[in-house]
């Protein structure tokens, strides 16, 4: 800048600008009261609010004309801009903060409430979700409008096995991850030659027979008025009062005083083991010839298939893997909620999903947990806006797209160091 | 095939729609040797180079690649229509299934066939030294569990694909870039690290697609040395389309001359460029000239 003193006039046009705007959003509604067949004007309200509001653009004005303010700003546009690759001996400075989480993640139950522990369980759900949808949609670039079509197929395994096969929680848990897994690949076998739009269209379709025939096929899923899905067990142990047929339930083996919340407490404990394992795979993943491959496809498919990669394969293992995560959240989902209906997969769902992962950053772990937590723990405590909610996720959506499209955390990539050279 | 060719074409045609891109092309490609295709714009080299590359499927004709001690028929990996003698035999039947279902471009690289693009198709948004190791997929350890549990076998394939890319890199001269996003590479860079991905999925021949376009002088010789280094060093096989009469007669020891989808002269860069057809092709000429 050619000035180093503050420039005051702009600060000051601008005030002046918004004070119009506030005066002729804010004058009519404010400032004249209807009383009966008359009104009276209450200009001193309207004197308040306008006042505010210039006070307020003339020292966010004056902020960023400030050195400080224009530092802040350039970061905000420019910091989301791109991807960066670490410098090899790169370690994290919020290294500290993993353990810690760690701990307030096994601490927490202890003082939680009932009511707190299911707000939770169903943001780690979410966050399970996200990191699936990630990889389908983050990592390997098929947009998946569907994706709650393999959560419902986790869900309803948990649901009809039980009711046709006697199948209990943890036998479901593996089944479920395979079953969707399974359902992705036939789905995707003869979809995944197509790109973009057309992907789009075809999941999304999917999503919707999926859950058509749920509602529909009334014998064998109970249709709209859903199925009751059995409690977890631990080692056979049952976490209500009173075991059935005889049996003794888990607080009387353990010679531990009765607590209502042992079910989600469990569901809580393997939910956290899953998410951290989950986590984990997706980690080591990103490293391996597979995740590359992903990434690398998401960049450029001709490319890649110029490289000796089969295109349809590596789409396909990006569709399993992403379907298997759901398959498993859907099981946690329907235990956690005891009882499963074809409400809870509509499209609105896929869509939240898709929000976690644009909001978080396509293909960064940390801000799909960090999303999946904000769009669901963030509309239980604004109970008051929940009709808000939907209009409350599309401004969110504009402002992310402006300032942020890659999402909240800047992506990075791992640098490798230099290797001893044998040059030719 | 005759003796030491890597590469037959036989009567390769080529049709879009109506339009004619290629017309009983004939050609072969000796191996260790460079060989140029030239020919003004819209001649079909570059369709010629996707036919040959597998990224389109040829109307007619053959083509027949012997590298990595086999012999590869592009044409049936990339999966071709039925036809009524597979029917009849169930083990081409078979073949013809497995070639539809899983075959495809992918293919032709692992018999032994890299290229490069036009425009250049990097991984812009990987750094430099990932877009090599993508390129080494087939050579590491791609199971799941040991990746996942990062077993002894997988750090050291993922150790020795690393070194490769070190390698080629040395060799391109981009070691310095190696953790920058291949994106934010120059022009020039970018051509040359094109090249070391394709080497580095190991190939025997090399297809550049006008390897010097857009280069200046200084990287166009530099590209011309990195060319015979591939032919001498690494025994390599390198086929390129390029416009720059100045690099094709230094390197090239075989000259094709493509001109409206047919091949209308080929041989050492001495005889072309005295050809009058060439000259005719791209200059142009009077009817009667030509008769």
Known sequence: MAEPSLDIRQPLLDSLLAGLIALVVFGPIVGVVLDGYSFHLESSRVAWIVGAVMLGRFLLSLFLHSAGGRGWLQRLEGGGAGVQVLPPEHRSHLRWLLPLVLLAAVVFPFFAGKYLLTVVILGLIYVLLGLGLNIVVGLAGLLDLGYVAFYAIGAYGLALGYEYLGLGFWSVLPLAALMAALAGALLGFPVLRMHGDYLAIVTLGFGEIIRLVLNNWLSFTGGPNGMSVPAPTFLGLEFGRRARDGGVPFHEFFGIAYNPNLKFLFIYVVLLLTVLLVLYVKGRLVRMPIGRAWEALREDEIACRAMGLNHVLVKLSAFMLGASTAGLAGVFFASYQGFVNPTSFTFFESALILAIVVLGGMGSTLGVVLAAFMLTVAPELLRSFADYRVLLFGMLMVLMMIWRPRGLIRISRRGFARRPGVAP | ?291
């Open chain 2, 1 to 291: 095939m005759s003796d030491g060719e890597i590469l037959r074409v036989e009567r390769l045609s080529m049709r879009f729609g109506g339009i004619r891109a290629l017309h009983d092309v004939s050609l072969g490609v000796k191996c260790h040797s460079i060989t140029a295709l030239i020919g003004p714009n819209g001649a079909g080299k570059t369709t010629l180079f996707n036919c040959l590359t597998g990224f389109y499927r040829a109307s007619g004709g053959r083509i027949l690649f012997e590298a990595r001690g086999r012999s590869t028929d592009v044409l049936q990996v990339l999966g071709g229509p039925f036809r009524a003698g597979d029917f009849l035999s169930p083990r081409r039947f078979a073949s013809r299934l497995w070639y539809k279902l899983f075959g495809g471009t992918h293919l032709v690289n692992r018999a032994g066939l890299a290229r490069t693009f036009q425009n250049i198709r990097l991984f812009r948004e990987m750094s430099v030294l990932e877009n090599l190791l993508v390129a080494q997929h087939l050579w590491v350890e791609r199971g799941l569990l040991a990746g996942i549990l990062n077993t002894r076998g997988f750090r050291r394939a993922e150790e020795q694909a690393l070194e490769h890319a070190f390698y080629w890199l040395e060799a391109v001269d981009l070691v310095d870039c190696a953790n920058r996003l291949a994106g934010e590479l120059s022009y020039g860079q970018q051509r040359r690290l094109e090249i070391a991905r394709a080497m580095c999925t190991r190939p025997q021949l090399l297809c550049l697609d006008e390897p010097a376009a857009g280069l200046n002088p200084a990287e166009t010789a530099a590209l011309s040395r990195i060319i015979r280094t591939l032919r001498d060093a690494h025994e390599v096989t390198v086929l390129l389309i390029e416009h720059d009469m100045g690099l094709v007669m230094g390197i090239s020891d075989h000259i094709l001359v493509l001109d409206h989808g047919e091949l209308i002269a080929e041989g050492p860069p001495a005889a072309i460029r005295h050809d009058p057809k060439v000259i005719a092709a791209y200059l142009g000429a009077d009817e009667e000239e030509l008769a």
